[in-house]
């Protein structure tokens, strides 16, 4: 199915039409696939399996015994980003790293259904086909809302779940995202996205905090799966599809609450020029009980330049219990808000603040309580304060319920 033509069909898709692609689906035990000559073996001496669907054939890493964790990639990626993250865990856990149709070792038909809901679709099925319970579902960049569904309609089989940098929700009212989302959608954007490999081959390195992480042998890793122009389709729709899919990220948003009963771990680079605290707050504004880990040093690949962080905050969430009660809509937004007012003031002048926060949700008046005069204090983390040494940058601080990494 042509991904433009796809949506309709995504957008009211059944429980019956998810039934259909579970049995149009199939494991294929492959002891030793072939690998393309451009995989690194060194640095992914993993052996995926295959998964086939009737749209193409999914790779995916499946390593370990214990409890399930599920790694759920964005763009322009694959599996290869949790190589540390798999390594770490499958000694005492089940580690599932899938690779979505479109990217890394999975089949990349030039003309088939790579719209976010579409790659939801398959990795639902593919969690369904695996039986899995118990899991902690770990999602970064687009893997915000294409793992979620798993979360929201198997909920009584996920255990924890752990967000990356990430979002759930309607990205159309910020003018920065739509102008973003128009232009990859716009022939010039085509252009870089297919003739040029632009996604991979500029974007990636320029969302890390420090070049110098992106070592070229590791670089070539992620524009290998791309070389050719018809293999470049599915990180050009989703690129289009920031804004294009608002309908569907507006569904996952509204059924958020179901995400209330779970443990929820937020870990977050600060320096990631994509997703910043204003995303960051708005998380924390809808699940207040969320544990926080800040990566003052890092940037949107936090499983790249943080790794260690990233697999303890991993380690940590799938050993927690759910929330045996889990607040009211209204208790939520209370606390939200509040959370969200500390976290931007704590990284914002208060003028800057005051022209950020919207009127409707946040009283300003809040700005003239104890939490203004929070902004200028001198009380800071000394971690954090060490790692951003001589940048002229304010330290951070977040809300207590947190852990600490750089």
Known sequence: MPAIGARAHNQGMTQQTQRAEILSSALVDVAAPELPAWVDRQLYPFVPKRFATREGVLRYVDEG????VVLVHGTPSWSFEWRAVIAALRGSRRVIAPDHLGFGL???????AYLP?????????LFDALDLREVTLVVHDFGGPIGPPIALERSERVRSVVVLNSWMWPLGGDPRVARISRFVGSALGRLLYIQLNASPRWLLPASFARRERLPAQVHRQYLAPFA?????TAPWVLGRELVASDAYY????GAREKLARMPLTLVWGQKDPAFGMQELARWQQAFPHAALQLLADA??????????????AIRNASSQEPVSTPPSSRAMQRAGYRVGVELIARQLPAAELRALLDARRVQLALLDQPLARSVNSPTVN???DSSQEGTGRRPSTAPARRSQAT
């Open 65 to 68: 015994r214990g409890s399930p």
């Open 106 to 112: 999975s089949d990349k038909p030039p003309q088939s």
């Open 117 to 125: 809901a579409d790659h939801a679709r398959r990795l639902l099925a």
């Open 228 to 232: 050719r122009r018809d293999e470049r």
């Open 250 to 253: 507006a569904r996952l948003w």
């Open 299 to 312: 940037g949107h690949f936090p499983q790249e330049e943080a790794a260690a962080a990233v697999i303890a």
């Open 382 to 384: 000394s971690a954090q």
